[in-house]
């Protein structure tokens, strides 16, 4: 046997309207005065209104009357859900602005203290570069001026004539038995 919790927990239940959902999309069971009908809202209001269409031809004043209140009854659930889905859809959409704008802001702020930085580090290495005494130049070495003509030009290194080596000659084995000194006595 149920408690009596359990009976009323149903009853409440059975007699609310469902919340939540997209209703758009739920399916729905119409009892009307032809049977039920299923479908979603859209496919309810589309079937009552071709009933309504068929009792009008039919000559059947009251069933299409009634035909007529179950289509704008579906319609208006439709119009209902609708406007929530718009509204969430606008909500979602102003958050997303205003998420947007913030994260744009961040972004500004964090590029503006990164040349902050920039121009500080930039700003110390001048002060440290005009602070610092100053290298003194490289000594150039100064071309030689010959004094033996009048040329007036003056000879600079790449000019100057290469001395040649010359080679001792190698000695030969069979050159050192006939001096009869040995390689280390040559030299």
Same mark, same amino acid.
């Given at each position: 046997?149920?408690?009596?919790? /359990?009976?009323?927990?149903?009853? /409440?239940?059975?007699?609310?309207?469902?919340?939540?959902?997209?209703?758009?999309?739920?399916?729905?069971? /119409?009892?009307?005065?032809?049977?039920?009908?299923?479908?979603?809202?859209?496919?309810?209001?589309?079937?009552?209104?071709?009933?309504?269409?068929?009792?009008?031809?039919?000559?059947?004043?009251?069933?299409?009357?009634?035909?007529?209140?179950?289509?704008?009854?579906?319609?208006?659930?439709?119009?209902?859900?609708?406007?929530?889905?718009?509204?969430?859809?606008?909500?979602?959409?102003?958050?997303?602005?205003?998420?947007?704008?913030?994260?744009?802001?961040?972004?500004?702020?964090?590029?503006?203290?990164?040349?902050?930085?920039?121009?500080?580090?930039?700003?110390?290495?001048?002060?440290?570069?005009?602070?610092?005494?100053?290298?003194?130049?490289?000594?150039?070495?100064?071309?030689?001026?010959?004094?033996? %003509?009048? /040329? %007036?030009?003056?000879?600079?290194?790449?000019?100057?004539?290469?001395?040649?080596?010359?080679?001792?000659?190698?000695?030969?084995?069979?050159?050192?038995?006939?001096?009869?000194?040995?390689?280390?006595?040559?030299?």
């Amino acid at each position: 046997m149920k408690s009596s919790r /359990s009976r009323s927990r149903n009853k /409440s239940r059975s007699n609310t309207r469902p919340t939540g959902g997209n209703i758009v999309n739920r399916v729905f069971d /119409s009892s009307g005065p032809e049977g039920k009908v299923r479908g979603t809202p859209q496919q309810i209001v589309e079937k009552y209104a071709q009933l309504h269409r068929d009792s009008l031809l039919a000559r059947d004043s009251v069933n299409s009357e009634n035909f007529a209140q179950h289509a704008e009854h579906y319609t208006r659930m439709l119009a209902e859900a609708q406007k929530e889905i718009d509204a969430k859809r606008e909500e979602q959409e102003k958050h997303n602005r205003e998420r947007q704008i913030e994260q744009d802001k961040q972004n500004r702020d964090r590029q503006a203290e990164r040349d902050r930085e920039r121009d500080a580090r930039l700003k110390a290495q001048e002060e440290a570069a005009a602070a610092a005494p100053a290298p003194a130049p490289a000594p150039v070495e100064q071309p030689v001026q010959i004094d033996d %003509g009048d /040329s %007036g030009l003056v000879e600079t290194p790449e000019e100057a004539p290469k001395k040649r080596r010359t080679r001792k000659p190698k000695i030969r084995p069979d050159q050192q038995a006939d001096s009869g000194a040995t390689p280390d006595a040559a030299e």
